[in-house]
C-alpha cells in the first residue's frame, strides 16, 4: 500500500506562488512516473503535469506551460509542483498520484486546495 500526501497549499494572490509537494511512503517511488492533477469547484478533474521516474521526462497541459514546474527527489520520495504567476482559474484542489503504467494512475493523495485570490 502506497501513501500519497501533499503539501503546500493555501490562499495566495494572482501573481503570487506556491510550491506543492507530495511525499510518497514505501520504497518503489523512483519506479514510477508521478503526475499532478487538480480539481476546480464544479469541474472534473484534470491533468497539470506529469514526471518521469529519472525527473528527465516532464509533460503539462498547455494551461500551466511556463509557468509551472514539476520536480522530484528520489532520495526524498517526494514529487513537486513549483507554481509561478498563479491566476485565479487555477484555484482548485490539487492531487498528486502515482501512474502504475498499467492501469493507469492508481495512488491519490488527499489533495491540498490552492486558492488565488484576484
Known amino acids: 500500500q502506497v501513501q500519497l500526501v501533499e503539501s503546500g497549499g493555501g490562499l495566495v494572490q494572482a501573481g503570487g506562488s506556491l510550491r506543492l509537494s507530495c511525499a510518497a511512503s514505501?520504497?518503489?517511488?523512483?519506479?514510477?512516473?508521478m503526475g499532478w492533477f487538480r480539481q476546480a469547484p464544479g469541474k472534473e478533474r484534470e491533468f497539470v503535469a506529469a514526471i518521469g521516474r529519472t525527473g528527465i521526462n516532464t509533460y503539462y497541459t498547455t494551461s500551466v506551460k511556463g509557468r509551472f514546474t514539476i520536480s522530484r527527489d528520489n532520495a526524498k520520495n517526494t514529487v513537486y509542483l513549483q507554481m509561478n504567476i498563479l491566476k485565479p482559474e487555477d484555484t482548485a484542489v490539487y492531487y498528486c498520484?502515482?501512474?502504475?503504467?498499467?492501469?493507469?494512475?492508481?495512488?491519490w493523495g488527499q489533495g491540498t486546495q490552492v486558492t488565488v485570490s484576484s
Open positions: 498520484a502515482r501512474d502504475s503504467g498499467v492501469s493507469g494512475y492508481d495512488y
Open positions: 514505501g520504497r518503489t517511488f523512483g519506479r514510477y512516473t
